[in-house]
Nanobody, 115 residues
Framework: QVQLVESGGGLVQAGGSLRLSCLASGSINDINAMGWYRQAPGKQRELVAN???????NYINSVKGRFTISRDNAKNTVNLQMNSLKPEDTAVYYC?????????WGRGTQVTVSS
């Protein structure tokens, strides 16, 4: 199993920045990809950014050019640098690890962007 713990959420004004971090522990050698999803009230959970072990990255169109995902394998972390934040980025952000034998989720961290 893999355990994921997110940190770095908070309240920020539109145009500001936040950096989310996710620390993985447990069977980390089984991880094939790590990423960030978000879920706004009344909406479905959606992919924000994902990076696999080959460093192939996918972003949802609405964050391209504003968000940057990175992985530090030595520290077992995946980070999401979020710049030029908009009110529509407000959501609970979840870290996700896709592993050989399953998918694991963190508990989420709230990001609120005020206008």
């Amino acid at each position: 199993q893999v355990q994921l713990v997110e940190s770095g959420g908070g309240l920020v004004q539109a145009g500001g920045s936040l950096r989310l971090s996710c620390l993985a522990s447990g069977s980390i050698n089984d991880i094939n990809a790590m990423g960030w999803y978000r879920q706004a009230p009344g909406k479905q959970r959606e992919l924000v950014a994902n990076m696999d072990n080959s460093r192939v990255i996918n972003y949802i169109n609405s964050v391209k050019g504003r968000f940057t995902i990175s992985r530090d394998n030595a520290k077992n972390t995946v980070n999401l640098q979020m710049n030029s934040l908009k009110p529509e980025d407000t959501a609970v952000y979840y870290c996700r690890a896709a592993c050989t034998y399953g998918v694991y989720w963190g508990r989420g961290t709230q990001v609120t962007v005020s206008s």
